[in-house]
């Protein structure tokens, strides 16, 4: 895994080959909205999913997902690359069941909950193709999550469903598109924190270049 992760990197930044200084000190500023991350996947926060193997002990059933949504701020440190900070949080709702028993016994219901997600991170944004209204770019990201639920009604779980409040998160966006200039749309397909589809606007400061003063004789 560990091997992957470092070659997947490598061919994110393979643009880098090609740096040009003329975009250093570009600033933007976006906002997005993604589905499906995989904290959700994984916790079946994102929706009803059927009863697991019996080797399971419990397991979630999502209610409610709000979905992924971030700020992020990214700074060119050159024209194939950024260097960014994003921000998000996620509410979801979710019924916590027994899965002890026969296959063929229902479920117990041991308690509902209500748990929110919030999610700092530091991403590098590597660009494929920079044009003059599309621009074709990937993503790589890592993090911390901080997770914070109760419960509102059942029976009293024990525990926090063996769910750690503070963990490591990562985002790998293989691909995203952002169409326009100075305020753009964008959209990114990827795997972590950001869903697997992540969409939102974005805003573009240009670097302010200053005029050469002419020397008088």
């Not at 701020?73 to 979801?92: D, N």
């Not at 590597?126 to 639920?149: A, F, K």
């Not at 924190?193 to 020397?215: D, E, H, I, M, Q």
Request: net charge positive; hydrophobic share 35%.
């Amino acid at each position: 895994m560990k091997q992957l992760s470092i070659f997947a990197f490598g061919i994110l930044c393979m643009p880098l080959f090609s740096v040009a200084q003329d975009l250093r000190g570009d600033q933007e500023l976006s906002a997005s909205y993604g589905r499906e991350s995989g904290t959700d996947m994984i916790q079946g926060f994102s929706g009803s999913r059927s009863r697991p193997s019996l080797d399971y002990s419990a397991y979630n059933s999502g209610t409610f997902n709000s979905g992924n949504m971030f700020l992020t701020y990214r700074y060119s440190i050159c024209k194939r690359l950024s260097l960014g900070a994003t921000l998000g949080t996620e509410f979801v709702s979710f019924d916590y069941y027994s899965n002890r028993g026969l296959r063929t016994d229902p479920p117990v219901l041991l308690g509902q909950y209500k748990a929110n997600i919030t999610t700092l991170a530091v991403e590098l944004k590597p660009v494929y193709y920079n044009g003059s209204l599309i621009q074709l770019y990937g993503l790589v990201g890592l993090g911390g999550r901080y997770y914070s639920e109760h419960q509102v009604s059942g029976q009293n779980a024990g525990s926090n469903n063996g769910f750690p409040n503070l963990f490591f998160n990562s985002q790998w966006t293989p691909l995203g598109v952002r169409v326009g200039k100075q305020l753009s749309g964008f959209v990114d397909l990827g795997l972590g924190y950001k869903g697997l589809v992540n969409a939102g606007v974005c805003y573009r400061f240009s670097r302010k270049t200053v005029a050469p003063v002419a020397k008088t004789e």
